[in-house]
């Protein structure tokens, strides 16, 4: 069953849009399945540079069908947006895209919620993107949410609209919020977006379900990663979504009966963007070398990212809970010029040493991760295509990753285009992208 997940196994930002980009190839669809334009999936193809964030990364691949499933929150402006910028850039859009009737609809309202709950005295502040994507699904999981099929239907949608965003300005005016919506504008500017939207919505779970049946292969896309889940995550510095595997399933609407692998996505390193535990954070020079050499600023909010070496106990947690037939190891060359290179091999708290991620953030912010250091290659390996090419110590530290982890590393990439990729010879992921 060549249907397969490719999620980002740390907190986001692994790469994911460059593999979902290169191994989109081999699928007739992509599909997204959760969060919303908070994600941000780079992908370079030669000099030109696309920033996805709620369109899967499959549409650059002419010809396949791009699907955004029913557990993704969308900013309608956001959306037409990205696919106007994909158009002029010479990607074709239309007929390609197809839009959950069941996703929910994010609005400035959203942004609003968040901005007050984010900035409130006295509340731990999350860092998040301030796109309104907590909100959005806060209003979802209270069953107030207002969904795609709702912005079909005019009268449904004024009604619905009218009812949520009154309580939502009565909320903020008893906070003393200043910021002021022009709800009926807004409400003219969403009617106006539900014209342009219309031809792509769908029901994208009997889409996907017939394409399977029909012998189509289906090739899901994560968005953020599964430390950011909101179950199984740092949680509260998490995202609102189901980013692990389990919300390929709910967000799309395919059961995992036809689901035939998982792929995690993981940089040779770490990083993480905005508040929450880090317990190999790099606060030294080193850490701001890996940020240099790997450009690591969000793709959406342009903020540095915090960095920090792999946490083979962070991974083996996430490989635990979505199961992976095998990784993706990227930005091996971000590391190039390190003498040594310290991997996190178990965290020690209390006397006593853990080889997993513990379940709350107290209990994070207490471990002290214990190290191994590895030597480092001190050669470049920014390009190579091929794993006999790559120096001895640099397989020395994928095969010392897979070891900690117990998972293959079928895949490396060592730059930032498609060409610049590894896909080791014999390993399940070959099979699984066959
Ligand atoms: P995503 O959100 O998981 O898709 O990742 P982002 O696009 O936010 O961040 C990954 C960044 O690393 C992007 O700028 C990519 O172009 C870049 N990138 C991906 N793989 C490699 C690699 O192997 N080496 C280098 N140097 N850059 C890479
Ligand atoms: P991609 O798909 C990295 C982080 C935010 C914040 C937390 C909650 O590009 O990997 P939110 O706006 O989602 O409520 O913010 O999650 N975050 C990401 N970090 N990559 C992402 O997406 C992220 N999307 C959200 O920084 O800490
Ligand atoms: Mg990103």
Not at 214 to 237: C, R
Not at 238 to 262: E, F, K, L, Q
Request: a neutral charge; one cysteine or more.
């Amino acid at each position: 069953m060549r249907n397969v997940i490719i999620l980002g196994s740390q907190w986001g930002d692994e790469g994911k849009g460059k593999i979902v980009d290169l191994f989109s190839e081999r699928f007739d669809i992509v599909a997204r399945y959760q969060g919303g334009h908070n994600a941000g999936h780079t992908v370079f193809i030669g000099e030109k540079k696309f920033v996805l964030k709620l369109i899967p990364s499959g549409i650059l691949r002419p010809g396949k069908m791009a699907v955004i499933g029913n557990g993704l929150v969308i900013d309608p402006a956001a959306l037409l947006a990205e696919i106007d910028a994909l158009e002029s850039a010479g990607v074709a859009v239309a007929g390609r895209l197809f839009i959950s009737s069941r996703a929910h609809v994010l609005f400035p309202a959203h942004r609003m919620m968040e901005k007050m709950s984010e900035n409130r005295p006295g509340r731990v502040s999350i860092g998040t993107t301030s796109r309104g994507i907590g909100p959005c699904y806060e209003d979802k999981i209270a069953r107030r949410g207002i969904r795609i099929a709702d912005l079909m239907n005019t009268e449904v949608f004024r009604a619905q609209y009218d009812s949520v965003m009154e309580e939502k300005v009565a909320i903020a005016r008893a906070l003393g919020i200043e910021d002021e919506l022009d709800l009926r504008r807004i409400r003219d500017e969403y009617e106006a977006f539900a014209e342009r939207i219309r031809p792509m919505v769908c029901d994208t779970p009997m889409l996907l379900n017939e394409a399977i049946r029909g012998g189509k292969h289906v090739l899901f896309e994560g968005a953020q990663g599964a430390m950011l889940d909101i179950d199984h995550g740092t949680y509260p510095f998490v995202t609102s979504s189901s980013a692990s595997a389990g919300g390929a399933c709910t967000g799309t609407g395919v059961s995992p009966t036809r689901i035939g692998g998982v792929i995690g996505v993981s940089k040779a390193y770490i990083t993480r963007v905005g508040g929450g535990p880090f317990p190999t954070e790099a606060l030294d020079g080193a850490g701001d070398l890996i940020r240099r050499r790997g450009n690591e600023f969000g793709a959406v909010t342009g903020r540095p990212r915090r960095c920090g070496w792999f946490d083979a106990p962070l991974l083996r947690y996430t490989a635990a809970i979505n199961g992976y037939d095998s990784m993706v190891v990227t930005k091996l060359d971000v590391l190039d010029e390190f003498e040594s290179i310290p991997v996190c091999v178990a965290y020690r708290c209390c006397g006593r040493e853990m080889a997993s991620m513990p379940p709350t953030v107290a209990e994070i912010e207490k471990v002290e991760p214990v190290y191994e250091w590895v030597p480092g290659w001190r050669t470049s390996t920014f390009g190579i295509a091929s794993f006999d090419q790559l120096p001895a110590k640099a397989k020395d530290y994928l095969a010392y990753l897979e070891s900690q982890i117990g998972v293959e590393v079928g895949c490396i990439s060592t730059g930032p285009e498609r060409n610049q990729t590894i896909v080791r010879q014999g390993s399940r992921l070959e099979a699984l992208i066959a």
